[in-house]
C-alpha cells in the first residue's frame, strides 16, 4: 500500500509504531492488511502531510480531538511567518552581495491605480481592506508586507481596517 501512495514500507511501519495507522488485519503469513477505511485514513495523512503539517497535528485531526480548520488555519499562520523569515533573510543577502531584491509584484501605487481604474474609490479601498483584515488578517498582513510598506505603515492600515466606521 505504500507504494500506492509513495511511501516506504519503514514509513507504514513508522505510523504503525506510533499509532497514526495501524492495520486492520494481518494474514496468516503475519503480513499487513489494510480496510477500505484504513486506506482513506492513509489518503488523508498524506494529503496533510503534503500541507506540512506534522504528524502529532495530523493525529489531533484524525482523533477529532482538533478541528481540521482549526489546524489548517495554525499551519497556514506557521507558514507565512516563515515566509516572512525567509524573504528577509533573502533581502538581507542580496543587499549584502550589493544585488537588488528580487520583485514581489505590484507596489502600493500600481494597487491603487489598479483599483481606482475598476471603479472603486477611497470609501470601496477601505472596505476592500476592511473585509481582507476580517476575513484573512495574516493574508492581509503579508499583502502590504509585499507592497514594501514599512511596519509603521502597515500597523496604520491593519488597524484602520479593523475600525469599520472610518
Not at 477500505?36 to 477529532?64: K, T, Y
Not at 491605480?113 to 470609501?123: H, V
Request: charged share 25%.
Amino acid at each position: 500500500m505504500g507504494r500506492r501512495f509513495g511511501l516506504s514500507r519503514s514509513t507504514l511501519l513508522y505510523y504503525d509504531r506510533i499509532g497514526l495507522l495501524s492495520p486492520g488485519a494481518r494474514s496468516g503469513a503475519g503480513y499487513r492488511l489494510y480496510s477500505a477505511d484504513d486506506v482513506a485514513r492513509l489518503q488523508r495523512i498524506v494529503a496533510l502531510r503534503a500541507g506540512g503539517l506534522p504528524l502529532d497535528g495530523i493525529r489531533a485531526v484524525l482523533d477529532s480531538r482538533s478541528s481540521l480548520t482549526a489546524v489548517l488555519e495554525q499551519q497556514l499562520v506557521a507558514l507565512n511567518g516563515q515566509m516572512r523569515q525567509m524573504q528577509e533573510q533573502q533581502r538581507v543577502l542580496c543587499a549584502m552581495l550589493g544585488q537588488p531584491a528580487p520583485a514581489r509584484g505590484l507596489d502600493k501605487a500600481a494597487w491603487t491605480t489598479m483599483f481606482r481604474a475598476i471603479g472603486l474609490d477611497d470609501e470601496g479601498m477601505r472596505r476592500w481592506h476592511v473585509a481582507f483584515e476580517a476575513r484573512q488578517p495574516e493574508a492581509h498582513r503579508d499583502f502590504l508586507v509585499s507592497l514594501g510598506l514599512d511596519e509603521d505603515e502597515i500597523g496604520k492600515i491593519r488597524a484602520w481596517s479593523r475600525n469599520d466606521t472610518g
